[in-house]
């Protein structure tokens, strides 16, 4: 799986655009960009995957670009809510997920108000 | 539809004794998984199964077994529990075979504390 690199904390405030961005510099033609979101005494919970070029949904944006090398999850107008903990995943699962889901500490985003 | 419960929520248990932490999902995912979350890190693998009857390891699998003997249910088990593993387990379940593009789904986790 190709490693990754984040950064491990960050701070915003309500309202503000947060961008986290996450180096993968070994990604592999078939791995798959994840962000998954974890918040206190919770388990992780998934925000939005991609391949390449932008994704959007109702949660975030992933931009990626055409290297693949780096990814940036957005976060429009953050609130109190999403002070939590990121990470970014890179990986191709077809074979079965035998190396799992590997998370490193992913990033500690705190929103202040 | 109640996705992948953990069972129990907190336990203590005392060095050396046995136990089972429950996990089941009711969304049809060949492939479940258990991982532990020391303070401050991210989460490790311990044990992971791609189908009823398959069952493999990971990262971390010293002091833990695993069985899959349904597609629903995947329990782990600590023999002889040590003050190393006190931490929090997940477990976690997803579609595998044939989608790169696979989505897991995490249990709220199960706070074991070895005295």
């Known amino acids: 799986l190709a490693k990754t690199t984040q950064p491990i904390s960050m701070d915003s405030y309500e309202g503000q655009e947060v961008n986290i961005t996450c180096s993968h510099n070994?990604?592999?033609?078939?791995?798959?960009i994840t962000w998954y979101q974890q918040f206190p005494s919770q388990g992780p919970r998934f925000i939005i995957q991609?391949?390449?070029t932008k994704v959007t949904n109702e949660v975030a944006s992933l931009f990626i670009p055409a290297d693949r090398k780096s990814s940036t999850l957005s976060l429009p107008r953050v609130s109190l809510s999403d002070t939590a903990v990121y990470y970014c995943?890179?990986?191709?699962?077809?074979?079965?997920?035998?190396?799992?889901?590997?998370f490193g500490k992913g990033t500690h985003l705190i929103i202040q108000p | 539809n109640a996705g992948v419960t953990q069972t129990p929520k907190f336990q203590v248990l005392k060095t050396g004794q046995s136990m089972t932490l429950q996990c089941a999902q009711d969304m049809n995912h060949e492939y479940m998984s258990w991982y532990r979350q020391d303070p401050g890190m991210g989460l490790r693998l311990i044990h992971y199964s791609v189908g009823a009857g398959i069952t493999d390891q990971g990262e971390v699998p010293n002091g833990y077994n695993v069985s899959r003997s349904t597609t629903e249910d995947f329990p782990l088990r600590l023999l002889s529990a040590a003050p190393s593993q006190t931490s929090v387990y997940f477990c976690a379940s997803s579609y595998t075979t044939g989608r790169r593009d696979t989505e897991a789904f995490f249990g709220q986790g199960t706070r074991l504390t070895v005295v």
């Open positions: 070994n990604i592999a033609t078939n791995d798959y």
């Open positions: 991609g391949y390449k």
């Open positions: 995943l890179v990986g191709d699962w077809t074979g079965g997920g035998a190396d799992g889901l590997t």
